[in-house]
């Protein structure tokens, strides 16, 4: 990425968080959306893309600023909330010494007002925020705040971190119950979920799954969560009443080795799917027996994904071929891939 794109993209950021007003409609902006649409953010590019989902066609890229990863809906279907970071690119493995400094002026979460198609503002976000999680009456965020090994809660309306919270090392995965009672936090480096009652917003319990969750799906009863972890090669099943592993799902594969990364569970709650990273595509587990029923190939290094609500289509994040799969699910097929930007990460479909 050129050094001037990125100064252009932390100007525009800097403008929106003192008040300068949002991105010109030349500059930020997209048709009003007029049907289902599926949104992506892009990584190393900065910005996010916006597929028509009927046509499954690229409708425009907006530029959001640095490292946009996790994305989330507003409750009433008008808001999307971004997680933006100006902390360099540290895959695993990464010296740390060798890295640049972090610009932390470019952290913070984007809110994207889609009946106007463009970015609002950024509000506080913490440090370096990677993924988030709204509650269910829409006036505060869950961010997870990898550099630091915090969880901050943010009062949406004031602009505001209210509270921070431990949650252990490099947090990533942020999920909310669907009764929006408690979040689940998933620490990589010390392979824990922490477990954020939204009342108190305070950790009431920190449990061990596999070597570095990434992410949270609820059931829609909130009876289970599935969590996975990228270098266990596994899914904990978890019993929410008591918080506690009942059950792990081995993700069966060699050559490459499947690297769980995100997760989301059919509408009729009968099937999980979960992105296998360097593996290439996508499991299918059945939610009752816990069994992986199938897999199918997507693309390289699978990350985010997301299913339509008829529980047709499942759309995968390929970040290293800078491109989204369209998966037919009657037939477990690819039916298109559709060109975005560089190294897309999150995936969110809007009816």
Known sequence: MKRTFWIALICAASLIRCGGGAPSSDEASAPEQTGPRVY????????????????????ETIPLGKRPRGIQLSRD????????????????????STLPPADKSAD??????????????????????????????GSKLYVANEDVGLASVIDVATDTVIKTLPVGGEPEGV???????????????????????T?????????????????????????RAFITAEAGGSV??????????????EIPGDDPRPRPMDVVISPDGAKVYVSTGRGRGVAVIDAASYEVVSSFETGARVWGLAISPDGKMLYTANGPSNDVSVVDLSTEQVVKKIPLGERPWGVLYVP
């Open 40 to 59: 992506v953010t892009n990584e190393a590019s900065g910005d996010m893309s916006i597929i028509d989902a009927t046509s499954n066609t690229l409708i």
């Open 108 to 137: 913070g979460i984007g809110v994207f007002d889609i009946r106007q198609g463009k970015l609002l503002k950024v509000l506080d976000g913490g440090s370096d925020p990677e993924q988030l999680a709204l509650s269910l009456d």
């Open 236 to 249: 904990a099943v978890v019993d929410t009443s008591g918080h506690d592993v009942v059950h792990t799902i």
């Open 175 to 197: 999920g909310i119950s669907h009764g929006g009672k408690f979040v689940y936090v998933t620490s990589e480096e010390d392979s824990e979920i922490f477990v954020i009652d």
């Open 77 to 96: 279907k008008t808001t999307i909330y971004v997680a933006l970071s100006g902390s360099p690119f540290s895959p695993p493995g990464t010296d740390e």
């Open 199 to 223: 009342e108190t917003d305070e950790v009431i319990k920190s449990f061990g799954v596999g070597y570095r969750p990434r992410s949270v799906a609820f059931t829609a009863d909130d009876s």
